[in-house]
């Protein structure tokens, strides 16, 4: 595996020696999973906060909640990157996180949600407005 720092400048150089973005190159090139597994690592590696954004929302979006996912997704991001993914998604989809969070989950549950993805004075501000 190469480090992230040189899979986006392979990524880049990429893009000036063919004109061609790698991601339209592995939707062409690949198929199924390991056509899946290959735009996850480059969204990652070009900007993980966002992707990671963009696999935040579509755990919440439609009818039902993925709450496997939703629980994977916010205690991996808990303690490295959760500010930036917050500022992401808010950035791309015009909501903030804790807002889709607090709509899209209930109880017990949604309080534990809150509380790994705010500082402490932001979760009471949160749990105290309801």
Partial sequence: MRSWPQLRETFNQYQQL??????????????????????????????????????????????????????????SRSEKDMVQVKQRFEARYGRRLEQAVWSECSGHYRRVLLALMCDPQQYRAIINRA
Wanted: net charge positive; aromatic share 10%.
């Fill in 18 to 75: 063919y004109y061609k973005d790698m991601t339209d190159a592995l939707r062409s090139e690949l198929s199924f999973n390991f056509r899946k597994a290959m735009l996850a690592i480059r969204a990652c590696a070009v900007d993980r906060p966002d992707y990671f954004a963009q696999r935040l929302h579509a755990a919440m979006r439609g009818l039902g909640t993925d709450e496997r996912a939703l629980t994977r997704l916010v205690v």
